[in-house]
DNA sequence: TGCTAATATATGATTAATCATATATAGGAC
DNA sequence: GTCCTATATATGATTAATCATATATTAGCA
């Protein structure tokens, strides 16, 4: 149950709505890490309150729809460090493009690198996001030398994230030029 | 339902039991791409079945309990085929190990150090098993020089997982290194 | 006036994946 | 004789994730 262990790290930072979540942060900060489904969020924050993890203060607004806060209780923090120190297997990556070129030899040539292309290009707008987050985050290093420490985490990670990118486009390249060196199906 | 497609994939080479994909592929070949669970697996077969893109034969065995034998049918190779040409949405890598390192800033180095070590070793491990998959390939490569299309085709698929993983590991230890220049937590 | 977008939460339905367990047969080890 | 392993399939339960929709308010625009 990962999702209510970023979310408990979330709410540590600061306290926050379903909403912030949502759009603050799964659709931004953490988005490379975890991507979170607005109906898993909330059901979320449910459990976590159940289990007394977080609590919930109400907020009530005039111009606008109440907001339910949330804060990470004492069990949340303790808890939250106990996740944070614990080893995870490594989660099984189960990629479609892979399975499409181990099963691709009897598709034409042309067929195989157009799909490689249509992942480059996907790969590649994901790299740009990516790179734009780093920035921010190396601006944010700049201007806080103070929280240096959270900050060379984080980008420690990017750091991840953006070479397992580039290793991903470095080999599609790779792979599309191999292709043409490739005898096709059609032409023995 | 990219399972039900791998398993098309799979009874497309050759006609197979729900144990011999479980016992043959999915632990073996095809194991670095997708991972399945031998209940998964039976209920795909049935519903691949329901949908006619499989068929099953059942062989009477005497001294072992029955085989239902699968075979693809026409219709199911055509949904492979259009299958494979299909662009697929990126998948959502969700790696607990860098949700950790994000809001690892609380934890003393030690800790985190612990984590990166404990993860470089199952890396370690998977890549060493990705390796010898990959020696197996290039050694049919050599015996069989007639298949090459389709052995090429793996070889690539092969080479990313192993590249994958390399990226992974370089990272991690440069990541441990890194950590010995961070200033502590309870050392300001 | 009606439409859209932003803010805010909630719930039903479904899919995908995992875990646990059940059943049945045969052969070999001890 | 009993236990374990390999072969072989099946099903119940649960978790995780996604999709679709519902509801309610305010602000701004045409």
């Known amino acids: 149950m990962s999702l209510a262990h970023v979310i408990l790290g979330l709410l540590q930072q600061q306290e926050r709505t379903g ?13 490379h890490l ?3 489904d607005q109906a898993q969020i909330y059901r979320t924050l449910d459990k976590l309150e159940s289990q007394a993890w977080i609590t919930c203060t109400v907020e009530i607004q005039h111009d606008r729809p109440n907001r339910k ?7 949340g ?23 499409q070129l181990y099963f691709a030899a009897q598709l034409p040539n042309e067929a195989i690198v157009y799909l490689l292309e249509q992942e480059l290009e996907a790969r590649q707008e994901k790299l740009a996001q990516c790179e734009a987050q780093c920035e921010a ?20 990670v990017l750091d991840l994230v953006k070479q397992r990118e580039q290793t991903h ?10 292709m043409h060196t490739l005898r096709d199906r059609n032409n023995p």
């Open 137 to 156: 985050i190396a601006a944010l290093s700049l201007s806080n030398p103070t929280a240096s420490r959270e900050q060379k985490l984080h980008r420690l």
């Open 19 to 31: 909403y912030d979540l949502k759009t603050k942060c799964f659709n931004d900060c953490i988005s």
């Open 77 to 99: 923090e303790a808890e939250l460090t106990h996740w944070l120190q614990t080893h995870h297997p490594l989660p099984m990556l189960r990629e479609p493009l892979l399975v």
């Open 34 to 36: 975890w991507q979170a």
């Open 169 to 178: 486009l470095d080999w599609l390249e790779k792979a599309i030029r191999d």
């Open 69 to 75: 806060v949330y804060q990470i209780t004492e069990a």
